[in-house]
């Protein structure tokens, strides 16, 4: 099962969805978000859906104005302008790892259930985490588990885990439970242990540079109009999301004019984040970190 759309009625007035638009969902998962997008599209209207995970083609409903594209968003230009599309209406992203992925013990993401060591969001692309820790150096996993999980101690956490390594104990998710729970603080095991995946997990797939690239392109895409409407889970993701949609791009501030005006390509939406009510929390845990933003590209003269 996948999890039950986030902030969903939230997303859909952010998007302003027009019956006749053209809307890129580039995390299509389970399809919830999809599917609430394409009760509210017209005959004309068109919708595009991005997913990596294989899985996700399952719950791809037949409707001649989705369409489904098995590849992950970095390459949204390249995909859309095979289908001679060059701009869109309206972009969705729901960041982080579906529900289907925690709960499929052999992906790896579990914490409680123990799987192989992988956390590939596709498992046929690149390697798992398992093959990229060997001969890593303790250093260079202690930067990845402090810069990606706020993990204290980063290096004393590394070294257990590269030990476990050495000593030919450590392949599956139970594996590295084991390694790392003890090195906890008293009653924090299952948050040092969710940094700690959320690390590898990260560094693993390249998150944050795909994140940024989306961003990029998506700004490219959007008509003038657009909206670019983003559901994050975790303050590396947000801070990326908040600055772009504010400063137009990822490092420093906006450009100025001759007479000092911010040449910023979006008007905000939402100054602050939405965040999920207790009620949604209450039904589906797993909102209880989101964070939603969104934002409308300005007409450029």
């Known amino acids: 099962m996948y999890h039950d759309p986030v902030l969903l009625t939230e997303c859909m007035d952010l998007l302003a969805l027009r019956p006749n638009g053209t809307y890129v969902d580039v995390t299509f998962g389970g399809g919830g978000h999809s599917r609430a997008i394409l009760e509210r599209l017209g005959p004309e209207g068109r919708l595009f859906a991005f997913d990596q ?6 719950n791809a409903p037949e409707d001649p104005r989705f369409t489904l594209i098995p590849a992950n ?30 709960d499929a013990a052999e992906r790896g993401f579990s914490l409680r259930e123990s799987g192989p060591l992988d956390m590939r969001m596709n498992p046929t692309v690149g390697i798992p985490v398992r093959t990229w820790l060997d001969g890593l150096e303790p250093g260079d996993l202690a930067r990845v588990l402090g810069r990606y999980g706020d993990v ?28 790392v729970e003890p090195l906890a603080p008293r009653g924090k095991g299952h948050k040092v242990l969710a940094q700690v995946f959320q690390a590898l ?28 409407v983003v559901l994050s889970y975790h303050s590396l993701e947000d801070r990326r999301v908040k600055v772009f949609f504010r400063e137009g791009k990822l490092v420093g501030e906006a450009d100025r004019d001759t007479f000092g005006n911010r040449l910023v390509p979006f008007d905000l939406i939402t100054r602050k984040a939405l965040v999920p009510s207790a009620e ?16 409308e590209k300005r007409a450029q003269s």
């Not at 204290?152 to 390694?179: E, H, K, N, Y």
């Not at 540079?209 to 895409?221: C, D, F, I, K, N």
């Not at 949604?280 to 934002?295: D, F, H, M, T, Y």
């Open 152 to 179: 204290v101690q980063p290096l004393r956490v590394a070294r257990a885990i590269l030990a476990s390594r050495d000593a030919g104990t450590l392949v599956t998710t139970a594996d590295l439970v084991r390694v």
């Open 280 to 295: 949604e929390v209450q039904r589906n845990p797993r909102a209880r970190s989101a964070k939603l933003r969104g934002a």
């Open 73 to 102: 968003f970095e390459h949204l230009q390249r995909f859309l302008r095979a289908y001679q599309v060059t701009s869109v209406d309206g972009i969705l992203a729901d960041l982080g790892v579906s529900s289907h992925q925690f």
């Open 201 to 228: 997990r990260i560094e693993i797939n390249r998150e944050l540079a795909v994140l940024e690239s989306l961003l990029e392109q998506g700004l490219a895409v959007l008509a003038n109009g657009g909206r670019f």
């Open 53 to 58: 995970d294989p899985d996700a083609a399952a």
